[in-house]
C-alpha cells in the first residue's frame, strides 16, 4: 500500500475446486455466494468472472461467465470480517487469488475447511504488511 492512502483493495477471485461437485453445482454454490456477498457493506463490490477471450461470434461483447469463480473487490480493513464470514459460510473447497492494490503479485491459496480460512487468512494479512 502506498503511504498516501491507507485505505487499500483486496480483489479476491474465489474459485469452488471440489472435483466432487459438477459444473452446474459450482455455479449454484457461485451464485448463493455471490448473493450472500451482494449484500454485505464491507465487500466494495462482487461479480462474476466472464472469460476475457469469448469464442468468435459471441454477439454480446462479454464472454460468458467462467464455471464456479466469482471477484470481490475488498478494503484491507474488511478483510477480516470477509474471511470470517467465508470461514463460517464454507460448504466446499475453495481457491482464492488475491491481488493487492492493483500490485501485479498473485497469490493463489486454497482453502477446504474454516481452520484453512483462517491459515488464509494470515497469509494475506502477511502479505497486506509486505505490501
Not at 55 to 76: C, E, F, H, Y
Not at 79 to 96: C, H, N, Q, T
Request: glycine share 6%; hydrophobic share 35%.
Amino acid at each position: 500500500m502506498n503511504s498516501e492512502n491507507n485505505t487499500g483493495t483486496i480483489a479476491l477471485t474465489i474459485t469452488f475446486i471440489d472435483p466432487d461437485l459438477k459444473s452446474e453445482e459450482r455455479d449454484d454454490e457461485v451464485v448463493r455466494l455471490l448473493e450472500e456477498l451482494s449484500d454485505r457493506s464491507d465487500i466494495d463490490s462482487v461479480d462474476l468472472v466472464r472469460d476475457s477471450n469469448p469464442p468468435d461470434g459471441n454477439m454480446s461483447g462479454l464472454g460468458r461467465p467462467i464455471v464456479g469463480m466469482l471477484k470481490a473487490l475488498v478494503r484491507t480493513e474488511n478483510i477480516k470480517k470477509v474471511f470470517g464470514f467465508l470461514g463460517d459460510y464454507l460448504r466446499s473447497p475453495i481457491a482464492i487469488e488475491l491481488e493487492v492494490d492493483g500490485d501485479k503479485k498473485k497469490v493463489k491459496l486454497t482453502a477446504n475447511n474454516p481452520e484453512e480460512v483462517e491459515r488464509v487468512m494470515l497469509s494475506i494479512e502477511k502479505l497486506i504488511k509486505n505490501s
